[in-house]
Nanobody, 115 residues
């Protein structure tokens, strides 16, 4: 089992920045991929960014050049630096971990972007 706790969401003006953090505990040795997804009202949950144990990174086209994902070497935390935020980035952001023991989700953190 892997337990995930997100933090760092909040209200920001368009053009501003936020940094999301996700602390992982439990069977972190089994983690293969760490990432962030988001879900806006009325929309499907979508991948924002993901990073593998080999540090290969994948970004959604909509956030390329603005968001940066990183993780600790110990795989006990993953971060999402969000710059140049747009109103369309507003959503609940979820930390996600894919591990050999299963797929795990955090509780979500709200990001609100005012125009």
């Amino acid at each position: 089992q892997v337990h995930l706790v997100e933090s760092g969401g909040g209200l920001v003006q368009a053009g501003g920045s936020l940094r999301l953090s996700c602390a992982a505990s439990g069977s972190i040795f089994s983690i293969n991929v760490m990432g962030w997804h988001r879900q806006a009202p009325g929309k499907q949950r979508e991948l924002v960014a993901a990073i593998t144990v080999g540090r290969s990174i994948n970004y959604a086209d909509s956030v390329k050049g603005r968001f940066i994902i990183s993780r600790t070497t110990a795989k006990n935390a993953v971060y999402l630096q969000m710059n140049s935020l747009k109103p369309e980035d507003a959503a609940v952001y979820y930390c996600n971990v894919n591990a050999t023991t299963g797929n795990y989700w955090g509780q979500g953190t709200q990001v609100t972007v005012s125009s």
